[in-house]
C-alpha cells in the first residue's frame, strides 16, 4: 500500500463547477496534510494546509480533514482554466526523528471553459 | 516563504558524466531537502542536508550516487554521479523557511537530461 494515495486523473470539470480532489494516507499518526499545484514545466506550489479535523477554506479552495478515514480532500469552487494543473497532496511524517514530506502520485485537473 | 534559486534549470548530459545542481536561498534554513521528480512521476526525496553534518539519505538513494554538500546555511549541491538516462528527472531543492516550519517551498527546479 502507498502511503499518499491519489486518483491519476485526468479530472475534468466545466468551468465554474466544483472540482473535488481526493487523498487518503496509510499512516494514522499523520498530523499534517498539504495540498500543492504543479503546473506543467513548474515547481510545486503550496496552496493549502491542514492539521484539524474538518474543513479549511481559503478564497476559492477548501481542504478537508478526516483522520479516523484517513482521507484528505480538496474543493475548488468556481473553477477556472487557470486551476487547470496537477494536484499533489502530501502527508508529513516522522521518520529516525525527523520530519519528511511524503507525496501521493497527483492527480492531473482539467478545467474545460 | 523563501526565494530558492537553482542552477542550472536545465542540462543535457551524456551516459557516464556527472552533474552538479546548486541550491541557494535568500535566508538560512536549518534543512535543505533535495527530490527528484521523474516523467510523469510525484516527487520522491533523495536525501535531507543539515549544515555541519552528512546528509541523510533515503531507501534507494546512495551517496556515491547522489553525493550532496552542505557548506553554510543558504547553500547546498546535489550531484549526479555516473549518469545513466534513468537518471533523467527533475530535481528540486526544497526547504522549510523560517517561521513557516511544516511548510516546504521549492526551487524552481533542473530538468536533467541524460542521453
Known amino acids: 500500500q502507498k502511503e499518499v494515495e491519489q486518483n491519476s486523473g485526468p479530472l475534468s470539470v466545466p468551468e465554474g463547477a466544483i472540482a473535488s480532489l481526493n487523498c487518503t494516507y496509510s499512516?494514522?499518526?499523520?498530523?499534517?496534510f498539504f495540498w500543492y499545484r504543479q503546473y506543467s514545466g513548474k515547481s510545486p506550489e503550496l496552496i493549502m494546509f491542514?492539521?484539524?479535523?474538518g474543513d479549511k477554506e481559503d478564497g476559492r479552495f477548501t481542504a478537508q480533514l478526516n483522520k479516523a478515514s484517513q482521507y484528505v480532500s480538496l474543493l475548488i469552487r468556481d473553477s477556472q482554466p487557470s486551476d487547470s494543473a496537477t494536484y499533489l497532496c502530501?502527508?508529513?511524517?516522522?521518520?529516525?526523528?525527523?520530519?519528511?514530506?511524503?507525496f501521493g502520485q497527483g492527480t492531473r485537473l482539467t478545467i474545460n471553459p | 516563504s523563501a526565494v530558492i534559486s537553482q542552477k542550472p534549470s536545465r542540462d543535457i548530459c551524456q551516459r557516464g558524466t556527472s552533474l552538479t545542481i546548486q541550491c541557494q536561498v535568500d535566508?538560512?534554513?536549518?534543512?535543505m531537502f533535495w527530490y527528484r521528480q521523474q516523467p510523469g512521476q510525484s516527487l520522491t526525496l533523495i536525501a535531507t542536508?543539515?549544515?555541519?553534518?552528512?546528509?541523510?539519505?533515503e531507501s534507494g538513494f546512495v551517496i556515491d550516487k547522489f553525493p550532496i554538500s552542505r557548506p553554510n546555511l543558504t547553500f547546498s549541491t546535489l550531484t549526479v554521479s555516473n549518469m545513466s538516462p534513468e537518471d533523467s528527472s527533475i530535481y528540486l531543492c526544497?526547504?522549510?523557511?523560517?517561521?513557516?516550519?511544516?511548510?516546504?517551498?521549492f526551487g524552481s527546479g533542473t530538468q536533467l537530461s541524460v542521453l
Open positions: 535566508s538560512q534554513v536549518t534543512m
Open positions: 502530501a502527508v508529513l511524517k516522522s521518520s529516525q526523528g525527523a520530519q519528511k514530506l511524503v
Open positions: 499512516d494514522r499518526g499523520s498530523q499534517s
Open positions: 542536508a543539515n549544515q555541519g553534518s552528512e546528509a541523510t539519505y
Open positions: 491542514i492539521y484539524s479535523n
Open positions: 526544497s526547504v522549510y523557511p523560517i517561521g513557516r516550519e511544516e511548510k516546504l517551498f
